[in-house]
């Protein structure tokens, strides 16, 4: 579906990404890790058209993704939760259709404010929730315009331990819920096991310039339970995966 | 909760009262004591009952003191603000026109006054005038560097969602240059006020700066330090309405005092 095409990115003389190519099934899940500092979140600002490749493209369903072009398909969720400290939940939330002039057809919004978990929480400012809330409330803003494919850049990094793996299994949830429309979810971590957890592929990067390692596949049953956390094969997929980030 | 508010509040008030009604007292005791003439310097007792009696002689003159200054006040918001907006949109015309904007602030209010009178007379014009003078440069530099620091993250988000200038402006910029512009707007109003009063000073037959100057030069103590007490009054009162308005607007960041 999403087509990741011999992408190459120089910043002046710094070589940051080379011939990155890989693709995304409809419904998948891809996780991207490597060491830091590799060019992660280059690269998926590339895919969501906020920085030029200098080389190679983009393509969605076999079409090229112009740069720049509100294309309405990628969601987009960063490290730190972003929220507008003035607006409460709901209108942090539908900011990404107001910006696209779309009309909260079917309250829409309240639909996702259950589906991640906020209902209630409605018109509770930013600085009034957690730092866990406050990263849902982000999911819910990225998932609002029901984008096909969703982004996200270390979403939890910023996130205790415990909260952190909650929301892993809350995400999948979230994923997986009926209502949601978003069904690809490209996901750049630094946590082998997250990587794991959630993932159907994990891209390993190398160190810069990046090159893809090696892509591995996670043929973990699905739902994923917290037991899954104590089979063989995902220590064995944990292991497999830390060598390999070894060696690159 | 109500209970803790209203406790608060009451000491936040209660407390500079209580020091303001001590020192009266402690003036009022020592005049007596030392027995100074009432040229020298009245007792506060007089000077609140000269503004109570004389309440009518000396609501035009306010008037017209206020008038200047928040005429000139809301000139300088709106113009500073026009200002930055296009110094944040456009690299070139800030370099050029800052250093400018820096010499007006430079040049000391005092010596460009007289030449505002002589340019726009003694009326209510040249007043008017040197307020926005005073007032420009602080919120001009505020207001630029409030538009300035839209948060990073938050601007990738809404060019992720190709979002326009004009909502980036408005939903992004706006709201964020909003905690640095009230603290430029709480120092101007105090600087308005003595804006005007300078020019009332330099040439004017009417407002609070004219009755001081004539008064004191008619050893009218009394009636000088009461045009002066309502003016630093009306000051605090036109401090605290902006404070007022600046925690309704910017509520989610409790300011910094000043």
């Known amino acids: 579906m999403l087509k990741v095409d011999k ?16 693709q995304t099934n409809e419904g998948e899940f891809v996780s991207i890790i490597g060491p830091s500092g590799c060019g992660k979140t280059t690269l998926l600002k590339i895919i969501n058209g906020l920085i030029k490749p200098t080389e190679g493209n983009i393509e969605f369903k076999d079409k090229p993704i112009k740069f720049a072009a509100n294309n309405g398909l990628f969601g987009f969720v960063f490290q730190n939760p972003v929220l507008l400290p003035w607006r409460n939940v709901i209108k942090n939330i539908e900011l990404p259709l107001e910006i696209l002039g779309k009309k909260n057809l079917k309250n829409s919004s309240g639909d996702l404010l259950k589906v991640v978990g906020l209902d209630g929480f409605e018109n509770y400012y930013p600085n009034q929730l957690s730092g866990g809330m406050q990263q849902r409330a982000a999911i819910a803003r990225a998932l609002i315009f029901e984008p096909p494919i969703l982004l996200m850049d270390e979403p939890f990094g910023a996130l205790d331990e415990i909260t952190r793996n909650y929301m892993g299994m809350e995400l999948l949830r979230i994923w997986q819920a009926e209502k949601t429309k978003t069904s690809t979810v490209i ?28 892509i591995i596949d996670v043929d973990l049953p699905r739902p994923r339970t917290t037991k899954i956390k104590f089979s063989k094969k995902y220590f064995d997929l944990i292991e497999c995966l830390r060598k390999t980030l070894k060696t690159s | 909760m109500f209970k803790k508010n209203f406790k608060n509040k009451l000491k936040e008030l209660g407390i500079p009262l209580l020091f303001l009604v001590g020192g009266f007292l402690i003036w009022e005791i020592a005049v007596s004591v030392l027995a100074l003439p009432e040229f020298i310097l009245p007792k506060p007792s007089k000077i609140i009952f000269e503004i109570i009696n004389q309440f009518k002689f000396f609501l035009p003159h306010l008037g017209i003191t206020m008038l ?3 005429t000139g006040y809301f000139i300088a918001f ?9 110094f944040v949109h456009s690299k070139t015309i800030e370099r050029g026109l800052y250093p400018y904007a820096i010499a007006i602030r430079v040049a000391p209010i005092l010596a460009l006054a007289p030449l505002v009178v002589l340019w726009f007379g003694i009326g209510i014009t ?4 040197i307020v926005v003078l005073i007032c420009f440069f602080p919120l001009l530099v505020n207001t630029t560097q409030g538009l300035k620091t839209a948060d990073e993250k938050a601007l990738e988000l809404l060019n992720s969602l190709s979002a326009s200038k004009w909502q980036i402006f408005i939903k992004l910029r706006l709201p964020s240059s909003l905690p640095f512009i009230f603290p430029a707007l709480k120092i101007s109003s105090a600087l308005a006020l003595t804006g005007a009063f300078v020019g009332e000073f330099l040439a004017a037959d009417q407002g609070i700066g004219y009755l001081i100057l004539l008064h004191t030069r008619t050893f009218d103590t009394t009636t000088a330090m009461a045009a002066l007490l309502l003016m630093v009054l009306t000051g605090i009162f036109f401090f605290l309405l902006i404070s007022f308005i600046e925690n309704k607007v910017v509520f989610w960041q409790k300011p910094e005092r000043i």
Request: hydrophobic fraction near 50%; charged fraction near 20%.
């Open chain 2, 126 to 129: 040249s007043k008017i005038v």
């Open chain 2, 78 to 86: 709106l113009l500073s603000f026009i200002l930055a907006v296009i």
């Open chain 1, 7 to 22: 992408v190459t990115k120089y910043y002046n003389n710094l070589h940051v990404l080379d011939k990155i190519s890989f």
């Open chain 1, 187 to 214: 996901f750049v971590t630094h946590s082998v096991p997250e990587a794991v957890f959630l993932s159907d592929r994990v891209v390993i990067l190398s160190k810069r310039p990046a090159k893809i390692e090696k």
């Open chain 2, 68 to 70: 200047s200054t928040v």
